[in-house]
C-alpha cells in the first residue's frame, strides 16, 4: 500500500487528473462524469447554486458555488471559525514542535509553515479534511491583516485516513500554501494542504502563484468569510492559533463542521 500511495503521489498524476476533469466534449461524457460523481458521493445540490445540467464539466462541478440565498455565510466577529466545509479530525494545544497527525504519528509546525515559532506560551492547532463531497472552496477565518504566504512545494500524497496512517510527517510533506495572519498583535497561519487529484490550490489574493518555497509579503486587509480561494479536490486546512489570542470552541472531534461555524473563540 505505501508503494501505491508513493506512486500515486507524484504531482503529475494529480495534474493529469485536472486535465480529464477539464473535458466538455462529448458533452454526454462531461455530464455522465458529473452525475456519476455526484450520485458516488450522495452530494445534495440544495445548498448550491444551479443543477447538475448547469455544469459543462466535472472540472466546475468541484469547484461549484454555495448558494447565498439558501446558505447564506454570516462572520462571527468574536471567533476564528471554519474556513471549509469539512471533518474536524483534531484540536489539540502543544508546548513544543510536534503535532498529532493520527495517534502515534506526528509532525514539525516549524517545517509545516517554514518558519521558526515561539511555542513557550502555547499554540492551538485544529486539522480540518475536506472529504471529495465537501465544498471545495474555503474563506477566511478571520477579519484581519493577511501579512505573507508561502507556497511549498511537494508530493501530493491522499490525506485520507489511509494516508495518515501511513505515510510520516504527511503535511509537510505535501504541496501546500501557507498564509501568515495577524490579529491583535498577534500571529496565526492556515496552511491549505494539496493532495492526491488536487491539481492546484488557487488564492484569491495571488495572481499569479509560483511554487518558489519562499515567503512573499502581502500586507492585505481581510474580511471574515470573504472567499480565499478554492481546492480542485478533496484536501485538508490546518489553523495555528496562539493560546495568548484564543481559547477553543466546544466542538466536537471527528464531526462535521461548515464554513462559518466556530472554532477558536478570542480571549
Not at 503535532?99 to 499554540?123: M, N, P
Not at 488536487?198 to 511554487?211: A, H, N, P, Q, T
Request: charged content about 25%; overall charge positive; some cysteine.
Amino acid at each position: 500500500m505505501r508503494i501505491f500511495l508513493s506512486l500515486i503521489s507524484f504531482p503529475f498524476f494529480s495534474r493529469l487528473w485536472g486535465h480529464i476533469a477539464k473535458i466538455k466534449h462529448p458533452g454526454f461524457l462531461a455530464k455522465k462524469m458529473i452525475y456519476f460523481y455526484q450520485t458516488h458521493y450522495n452530494i445534495n445540490m440544495n445548498e448550491y447554486v444551479g443543477g447538475l445540467e448547469d455544469y459543462t464539466c466535472l472540472f466546475n462541478f468541484f469547484i461549484r458555488h454555495l448558494d447565498p440565498e439558501k446558505r447564506p455565510l454570516t462572520p462571527n466577529n468574536n471567533a476564528i471559525v471554519s474556513p471549509a466545509d469539512g471533518t474536524l479530525i483534531n484540536i489539540e494545544k502543544i508546548y513544543e514542535d510536534k503535532a498529532t497527525q493520527v495517534k502515534g504519528k506526528f509532525y514539525s509546525i516549524t517545517e509545516l509553515v517554514k518558519e521558526r515559532v515561539d511555542f513557550s506560551k502555547g499554540w492551538f492547532v485544529a486539522t480540518i479534511y475536506l472529504s471529495p463531497s465537501d465544498y471545495h472552496r474555503f474563506h477566511y477565518p478571520l477579519s484581519g491583516d493577511l501579512k505573507a504566504y508561502c507556497h511549498s512545494t511537494g508530493s501530493l500524497f491522499p490525506v485520507n485516513s489511509k494516508g495518515m496512517n501511513l505515510i510520516d510527517k504527511l503535511f509537510v510533506r505535501n504541496e501546500r500554501i501557507i498564509s501568515k495572519f495577524e490579529k491583535q498583535g498577534l500571529p496565526l497561519y492556515m496552511v491549505s494542504v494539496g493532495a492526491t487529484n488536487v491539481g492546484s490550490i488557487k488564492m484569491e489574493f495571488i495572481s499569479k502563484l509560483k511554487r518558489d518555497n519562499k515567503w512573499k509579503q502581502v500586507k492585505k486587509r481581510v474580511k471574515q468569510l470573504d472567499e480565499m480561494g478554492r481546492f480542485e479536490m478533496g484536501s485538508t486546512i490546518i489553523l495555528l492559533c496562539p493560546n495568548e489570542l484564543v481559547e477553543p470552541s466546544k466542538k466536537t472531534i471527528n464531526q462535521k463542521i461548515l464554513v462559518g461555524e466556530p472554532i477558536f473563540l478570542l480571549k
